[in-house]
């Protein structure tokens, strides 16, 4: 007869957030920190699908959100309940748009051990994303994006044009992989742009940054200026990495992960 509970327990994570699974599944395979990935806009949860394995291959329990990207207020609230529901310090991975997820969701998190950016935003409360994106030049994010899609709400889905994705975005990823990538991502809205941060974990919780420069979605310049504001314990920059240095870089992003989580 199939059971569905005893599938469930089997799920291997890395399939984004699944509520009936088994709150303490992470306690009850390691004692290391769970580390919780959060994509951030115009990418997936596969964008992580580099770092899982070598994570996984010592030994830490990973679970890739499938961040909503609708607005970081509740996108945070979101993961938060995932935070909540696992046993045991957790180390939270954010990816741009993923870092003022992380920024609020882990604030006040009693087990949320470290934060790691990777080519992020780390907002101080009350900046929005498109006023980060600003505050230095270098970002072409705005020349690269589609047509808004109305949602009918005042608010609009935003998307990079497929065309413009591998320059724009991901410039040193294989032309193929970057077509693919195009195809599967994922819109923010305006609205998630524009609104406000809350409180930053940042100032209670250790953080570690790493990002390219040649970055075209965040200006360098900006995420060296936040990485700085939040004390980072350890900020790394790849020469020529895109704004997925997770993807055409896996092996920095794991090792600074792994720094994080196994840190004092």
Do not use: C
Not at 168 to 173: G, K, N, S, T
Not at 207 to 214: L, M
């Amino acid at each position: 007869m199939f059971n569905l509970k005893n599938l469930m327990k089997a799920t291997v994570i890395g399939f984004g957030l699944l509520a009936a699974q088994s709150p303490a599944f992470a306690a009850d395979q390691t004692t290391q920190p769970t580390i919780v990935l959060v994509h951030g806009a115009f990418a997936a949860s596969d964008s992580w699908d580099g770092i899982v394995p070598i994570l996984q291959a010592e030994g830490f329990p990973v679970i890739s959100v499938a961040n909503p990207l609708r607005s970081v207020s509740g996108d945070a609230a979101y993961t938060r309940s995932l935070i909540d529901s696992i046993q045991g310090e957790v180390v939270m991975v954010g990816h741009s748009y993923g870092g003022p997820v992380i920024t609020n969701a882990s604030n006040g998190a009693a087990n949320v051990k470290a934060l790691v950016y990777v080519a992020s935003f780390a907002p101080e409360k009350g900046e929005t994303i498109a006023e980060l994106a600003a505050k230095f030049p270098g970002g072409t994010l705005g020349e690269a994006l589609a047509a808004p899609v109305p949602l009918g709400n005042g608010v609009n889905d935003l998307y990079i044009d497929p065309a413009k994705f591998h320059a724009q975005f991901a410039a040193d990823v294989p032309a193929e992989k970057a077509r693919l990538m195009a195809i599967a991502q994922r819109p923010v809205t305006d609205f998630a742009l524009n609104e406000p941060s809350g409180d930053a974990a940042w100032k209670n919780i250790s953080s570690f940054h790493i990002f390219g420069t040649a970055d075209k979605n965040i200006p360098p310049a900006a995420m060296a200026f936040m990485a700085k504001r939040a004390n980072s314990k350890k900020t790394v920059v790849i020469d020529g990495a895109s704004h997925v240095v997770m993807v055409s870089q896996p092996k920095a992003v794991a090792e600074l992960i792994i720094e994080a989580a196994t840190a004092n």
